[in-house]
């Protein structure tokens, strides 16, 4: 193996042993072992484990999954359950990341950082997003217009716990339970559609478990 | 001190470490010296930190704060706001276990099993809430009715994240912070409303930021 694709394969080993069993129970040496690679070469692409989950964190900032403002030349209801879907499966893909959020922000200073810089950016383009669906009428401005920010705000808080807020006991992210999360979502969004989202993005119409 | 008062003196002693320090962070041996006893003493009440998380969820569990049938009995506004500010505050004493939810209910089974069965309960009287005030006239039915199922949901997710969403760097809950949350919860169901709500609940209307 080339040692180019060490740093790689050692992110990719990491974000799988996170995600089945948590940060907490994976050590350096357990992600050398697992790849039968010695601890002395691991540490010397990452020292510590909060520069390998930095290092996946640049990954899953750098992802096209997130929103952009590429996403603004699209404003439509069917593109926006698109965007919801590349979203979860960047949440499902780093699970154990958006799983332990709040402790691995409040942990480690530079993701800390880094997260909530990448949170700004991305939520503004997601409310250009929703100004945009508003410029052309698939949604109605709400009153106060302030509303806005609120909706997106909420609408990222679900986006980043859905998952783990159903607990769902699934082995993958599977079509039906993105629509359930998908329903929620749009539960926001619902009084301010111009028109009745069944028609526009969703494949059914079905009550939601809660 | 009597031995009575030990347990109790534990358990306060392990959510202020870990409120400060994270859970991961903390020790029982930790806890012990802090407190002045021997390891001995405090592993005669609790074998485990699993069984100390246990004991503090149990408390959580318990607390007068969480949503109850008898509040059923004030279907208002200002009764909602106080609901809210209320659970807050449990979310705020406790904010080491709601910052590491889906961790923690991940990786200790009896956390998990008896979390998810007091959400169920929870937001089933949450719903008998919602309902009555659909019947006394402050909120109309949402189209289709199974919106009300979703909109619990969502509030859920919000009262269970929102103080670690908005990151504030604040050393207590103040007012403030809570009239932010509010508005977060608020914006669910503004649209529902059949009085606006700055006559009813807020004690101003402002913008918040995102």
Chains 1, 2 share one sequence.
């Not at 590349?86 to 997260?115: D, G, N, Q």
């Not at 939520?123 to 806005?148: H, N, S, W, Y």
């Not at 980043?160 to 539960?187: C, K, N, P, Q």
């Amino acid at each position: 193996m080339a040692t180019r694709d060490t740093p790689q394969r050692i992110l990719e080993r990491a974000v799988e042993l996170f995600n089945a069993h948590g940060v907490k129970a994976i050590s350096l040496n357990r992600i050398a072992e697992s790849l039968d690679i010695s601890p002395g070469n691991l540490h010397y692409h990452f020292r510590t484990k909060d520069d390998v989950i930095l290092a996946i964190f640049e990954r899953i900032r750098s992802d096209p999954s997130q929103v952009s403002e590429g996403d603004c030349l699209s404003p439509t209801l069917t593109h926006m359950r698109w965007m919801f879907e590349r979203y979860s499966s960047l949440v499902w893909r780093y699970r154990f990341f958006f799983r332990e959020l709040s402790a691995l922000t409040e942990e480690i200073p530079l993701v800390r950082h880094r997260y909530f810089e990448n949170r700004r950016e991305r939520m503004a383009a997601l409310q250009q997003f929703f100004e945009k669906l508003i410029d052309v009428g698939v949604m109605r401005r709400p009153e106060p217009p302030a509303t806005v920010a609120l909706l997106v705000a909420l609408s990222w808080m679900v986006s980043d716990h859905w998952i783990f807020y159903l607990d769902a006991d699934h082995a993958r992210l599977d079509s039906e339970l993105i629509d359930t999360g998908f329903d929620l979502v749009m539960t926001l969004f619902q009084p301010y559609l111009a028109v009745p989202p069944a028609s526009n993005a969703r494949t059914r119409s079905r009550p939601t478990s809660a």
